[in-house]
Structures are given as C-alpha cells and as structure tokens.
C-alpha cells in the first residue's frame, strides 16, 4: 500500500507569521502611482477577499510603508497651519482682521503655487519633495511680513493707499531680494551634489528654491494689490492697546537703548558677536554639541538574521528562531506593563527560514525573524535602545 502526501521539495522553505504558516505577497508600486492610493486599494480588496476566503484563511498586511508617508503629511499640515495661525495672530495684534488675513494667505499662496510648478516639472510629493516644504514653512513668511508692515507704515504716514502699497514694496524690494540670493548661495551647491546621497539631497533645495520663488511673486505682485484695498482702520479695545503699549515699551525701554550703545561702540558690538561666534563653533569639536551629517532614522522593524554553522539541522535552527522570539514577546510584555496607556509595542512577527541577507548561501541553518513595530511617533522607546536591549537577551539565552 502507497501512501502518498503533498508537502514543499524543501522543508526549510517556509515563512511563518504571528506562528502561522503563510505566504508572503510583496507589493510596490511604480514612479507614477500614489502610494496612499495604493495602500486604500489594497485594504479595500482584502476586505473583499477576506470575506469570501475559506474558514480558517487570513488576509493581512505588515510592514507597511505608507504609515511614514501619512507622518510626513501630518507634520507638514500641522506645522502649516500653526505657521499661518501665528502670523494670523501676530498681525491681528496690530492691524485688522482684513489686514492680516491677507498676509496669512501668503502660506497657502506659495504652498499651492509651489506644488502647481512641481507638476510642471515632474515632481510628486514624497519623503524628500515633502522634506522641502517643511523647510519652506519656516521661511515662507518673512518676506511677506516685511512688505507689509512697511506698506502699513507708509499709509500711517499718510500716503494713499496705492502709492504707500508701491513705494513700500520697492523700498523693501533689494533686502528681500538679497535675502532670497542669501539662502539661494547657501543651499543651491546641494542641487548639484553626486553619487547616491546626491539623488536623496538634491530634491530638497530645488523644492525649497521653487516655494521661496513662488512667495517672493506673491510677495511683490499679489500681497500689494490686496493691502492697496484693506483698510487699516482698527477698532480700539482694552486687548490690543494692552498689547501695543507693552510692545511699545519694551521697544524703547530695551531695544532702542541696546541699539544705540551698539552703534556707539562698532569695535565692542563685532568683537562681542565674533566671540559668540567663536564659542558656538567651538561647541562641535569639543564634543559639547554632537553632529552627525546623516543621522539613522527610526525603523518601524526590528531584524534578527540567524547564521548557525553549516550543516545544522532545522529544528536547530527553529530553537534558535523560538529563543529569538521569546525575548521579543519578553521585552514586548514589559513594555505594556511600564507603558500600559501605549499601544503594545509588537503589531506583528514574521519568521522567513532558509533566508539571510548576510549571508550569500543558502539552507537550513539560515533564518530572519522581523518584528513590525508601533510607529516611531508613537513609540515610548528609541530603536537603538530596542535593538541593544534584544541582542543583550538574545545572546544571554542557551543557544
């Protein structure tokens, strides 16, 4: 009698999954695809599968990349909009609502701008394009601020409201222009970078560039034909006089007086700032401020390669996987009980035998456990601590 079974021509050929065995479905994308779209269409089609799939079959996904994508974005809205409330506010403090709402659209303006142009030439936004902008927010305004609080002083000063919205911007007009030419000569020699850290690094000054060029257009040609219409016209209240009367103070109380002994005594005030200068360089070869020009980021997956001698049987090479394991559950388990308002620290395991990219082999000696992790924004714990602290329990174990 012949008994005859179905089973993989190598045993060691087997992934494993949250201890199930699985198959492992890697899925990418090309240039010109959106990578949220794509991870909305994957989820809609497991769910659909996932409901006319056999009892007992599972459909999930791990290691998804997107969730870095979806951080990007949110740290990019969240610092736009606090960058267009502050401005908001800070002009409201001084001139009218009309007024400064106008400044505050110089943000969205330039944001929009900026990404119609990038279309034009072939750009997405992704991890380094989206870099870019972050940047920008920080510098988007200045020119911005500084038109119209000059064109808001001309018309104080009597001028109408054309002539003060023209002979404010062109009295401002080579400052803000020397300004741009400034960060301009600073980052522009990254565009022209080579080799592999060239095609990371150099996304990020053309985008900066594009966005900075797209406010100063707003700044001169769209920002004074709206301030030209606005009124300045403030109603008083007990707030803002309050706040004027202290910014005011503090202007003439400690700005004015520092200013003039500075310009009193030239040699002193370019001697003092050349010492700050000095000690602050001073700083990074001392090792009081560490600098690192491509710092690690934080992974969302945590590696273990398994390299036992040649020769070694699978079910040694599953004890070691099990030992591996074990300690992860371990440091997980103790995670929750010292953080129990977080999240668990381990969404997921996987267990891929007969693979190690370490090594240029092949057989069942070879294993690599990856655990998916919480995302780095909501982790109460750094990767290095994680990956040190999983080596130490690691080796201790009777291998």
């Given at each position: 009698?012949?008994?005859?079974?179905?089973?993989?021509?190598l045993?060691?050929?087997?992934?494993?999954?949250?201890?199930?065995?699985?198959?492992?479905?890697?899925?990418?994308?090309?240039?010109?695809?959106?990578?949220?779209?794509i991870r909305?269409?994957?989820?809609t089609?497991?769910?659909k599968?996932?409901?006319?799939?056999?009892?007992?079959?599972?459909l999930?996904?791990?290691?998804?990349?997107?969730?870095?994508?979806?951080?990007r974005?949110?740290i990019l809205?969240?610092?736009?909009?606090q960058?267009?409330?502050?401005v908001?506010?800070?002009?409201?403090?001084?001139?009218?609502?009309?007024?400064s709402?106008?400044?505050?659209?110089?943000l969205p303006?330039?944001?929009l701008?900026?990404?119609?142009?990038?279309?034009?030439?072939?750009?997405?936004?992704?991890?380094?394009?989206?870099?870019?902008?972050?940047?920008?927010?920080?510098l988007?305004m200045?020119?911005?601020?500084?038109?119209?609080?000059?064109?808001a002083t001309?018309?104080?000063?009597?001028?109408?409201?054309?002539n003060?919205?023209?002979?404010g911007?062109?009295?401002?007009f080579?400052?803000v222009?020397?300004?741009?030419?400034t960060?301009?000569?600073?980052?522009?020699?990254?565009?022209?970078?080579?080799?592999?850290?060239?095609?990371?690094?150099?996304?990020?000054p053309?985008?900066?560039?594009?966005?900075?060029l797209?406010s100063l257009i707003?700044?001169?040609?769209?920002?004074?034909?709206?301030?030209?219409?606005?009124h300045?016209?403030?109603?008083?209240n007990?707030?803002?006089?309050?706040?004027?009367?202290?910014?005011e103070?503090l202007?003439?109380?400690?700005i004015?007086?520092?200013?003039?002994?500075?310009?009193?005594?030239?040699?002193?005030?370019?001697g003092s700032?050349l010492?700050?200068?000095?000690?602050s360089?001073?700083?990074i070869?001392s090792g009081?401020?560490?600098?690192?020009?491509?710092?690690?980021?934080?992974?969302?997956?945590?590696?273990?390669?398994?390299?036992l001698?040649?020769?070694?049987?699978?079910?040694?090479?599953?004890?070691?996987v099990?030992?591996?394991?074990?300690?992860?559950?371990?440091?997980n388990?103790?995670y929750q009980?010292?953080?129990?308002d977080?999240?668990?620290?381990?969404?997921?395991?996987?267990?891929l035998?007969?693979?190690?990219?370490?090594?240029l082999?092949?057989?069942?000696h070879?294993?690599?456990?990856?655990a998916?992790?919480l995302?780095?924004?909501?982790r109460k714990?750094s990767?290095?601590?994680?990956?040190?602290?999983?080596k130490?329990?690691?080796?201790q174990?009777?291998?």
């Open positions: 009698m012949l008994l005859f079974s179905e089973e993989f021509t045993a060691e050929d087997k992934i494993l999954f949250n201890g199930e065995r699985v198959a492992l479905l890697e899925v990418s994308k090309n240039y010109n695809q959106d990578s949220l779209k909305d269409v994957i989820q089609l497991l769910e599968e996932q409901a006319i799939a056999p009892e007992g079959l599972s999930n996904i791990t290691q998804d990349v997107s969730v870095n994508i979806k951080e974005l949110r809205t969240s610092n736009g909009l960058g267009l409330a502050l908001f506010l800070v002009m409201w403090a001084f001139f009218n609502i009309r007024f709402f106008w400044v505050a659209m110089g303006v330039s944001f701008g900026s990404i119609f142009v990038m279309n034009l030439l072939g750009y997405s936004l992704n991890m380094m394009t989206m870099v870019g902008l972050i940047v920008a927010i920080g988007l200045d020119d911005s601020l500084v038109i119209a609080e000059n064109i001309k018309r104080q000063s009597g001028m109408s409201t054309i003060a919205s023209i002979q911007t062109k009295e401002v080579p400052g222009i020397a300004s741009f030419a960060t301009m000569i600073i980052i522009g020699p990254l565009m022209f970078l080579s080799g592999k850290m060239g095609d990371i690094l150099r996304y990020i053309i985008i900066l560039l594009i966005t900075l797209v707003e700044a001169f040609f769209i920002l004074p034909a709206h301030l030209s219409h606005s300045l016209n403030t109603p008083s007990k707030v803002r006089t309050w706040f004027i009367q202290l910014f103070g202007r003439d109380k400690f004015l007086p520092i200013a003039r002994k500075a310009m009193k005594s030239p040699y002193l005030s370019l700032l010492m700050v200068v000095l000690i360089s001073a700083t070869p009081l401020l560490k600098f690192k020009a491509m710092p690690s980021l934080e992974s969302d997956t945590l590696q273990a390669r398994v390299f001698p040649q020769g070694s049987l699978l079910n040694q090479t599953e004890e070691a099990d030992k591996i394991t074990a300690t992860l559950f371990e440091i388990s103790e009980a010292r953080f129990p977080s999240e668990p620290l381990l969404n997921s395991h996987s267990v035998y007969n693979v190690n990219v370490d090594a082999e092949s057989g069942p070879l294993a690599t456990v990856s998916d992790l995302p780095a924004q909501y714990v990767i290095k601590a994680l990956i040190q602290d999983w130490k329990r690691s080796v174990l009777p291998m």
